[in-house]
């Protein structure tokens, strides 16, 4: 995790976003600004309001208020003119059981106007997460890894602008986390904002420029290392496993069995 932080126009905007389940609110005026080539982390224990937070930006489930802006664009009301500029690889994917890989990645180049370029997408997507050999087996009998790893291949197939990822590194092997670290990098680096959730926080130390730590639906602290430190009172030298437990310790465990 670099102390550096881009000075470039925000891509991804989020000001205010209030949400409530069952007359009970989740998130409290939540607010991020990520720009281009960003990866951003999305840090906090079970329930603290992640996945509420990546399914909003990722224009799935509105808000109660509040509002989400991509490249200058308004996701709610209406978040279908910009879905093409976002891919999301939720917690736990799904599938339809009849199709196949290579089937699936047909229907969404169909649903982004990719059908022209489909072939080639479809090695190049396929090679990118290693299923390359799967193409034409049912997503159904995956592994839970492998099906991690095509939900990526599926999130890129608009080439989005931005890229929400919740857990990507679950069910993946020692090797298969390395390489989606590495994807995650690589993917900043061609000017993809990237915006993820994990508990593993070696890797979120390793790859992001600056993290959001939530809890309870709230904003802890948000910035780069060394403001987290600083927001933790620790000092230099402190990692962020060390900064995560000094903050939310201070706020008590939210219960594990709420919304996440």
């Given at each position: 995790?670099?102390?550096s ?10 000001t205010?976003?209030?949400?409530a ?8 005026d ?36 509040g ?5 200058g ?20 994917p799904?599938?339809?059981s ?5 089937e ?22 396929l ?26 291949a ?21 090797r ?85």
């Amino acid at each position: 995790m670099t102390d550096s932080v881009s000075t470039n126009t925000p891509v991804l905007v989020a000001t205010d976003l209030v949400q409530a389940f069952r007359e009970r609110q989740v998130l409290f005026d939540l607010c991020l600004s990520i720009p281009a080539g960003e990866v951003h982390g999305l840090l906090g224990s079970n329930g603290a309001g992640k996945t509420t937070t990546l399914n909003i930006l990722a224009g799935l489930v509105p808000p109660v208020s509040g509002q989400v802006r991509i490249d200058g664009k308004s996701v709610w009301p209406d978040p279908t003119p910009i879905k093409s500029l976002i891919g999301y690889v939720a917690d736990e994917p799904i599938f339809l059981s009849q199709l196949t890989a290579r089937e699936h990645l047909d229907l969404f180049a169909r649903a982004f106007g990719y059908q022209q370029e489909l072939p080639r997408r479809t090695v190049e997507l396929l090679k990118l997460v290693g299923l390359n050999e799967h193409a034409d087996e049912r997503v159904a009998g995956f592994s839970r890894g492998m099906k991690k790893r095509f939900a990526l291949a599926l999130a890129l197939v608009p080439d989005p602008l931005v890229l929400l990822l919740d857990e990507p590194t679950v069910g993946l092997d020692p090797r298969w986390i390395r390489r989606v670290r590495e994807l995650i990098t690589e993917l900043a680096q061609q000017g993809k904002t990237i915006v993820f959730s994990s508990h593993v926080l070696e890797l979120v130390e390793a790859v992001v420029q600056r993290a959001t730590i939530l809890s309870n639906g709230r904003v802890l602290a948000s910035g780069a290392l060394s403001e987290l430190r600083s927001k933790a009172v620790l000092q230099e030298g402190a990692d962020l496993e060390q900064v995560f437990f000094a903050l939310t310790d201070r706020q008590g465990h939210p219960d594990a069995t709420s919304t996440s």
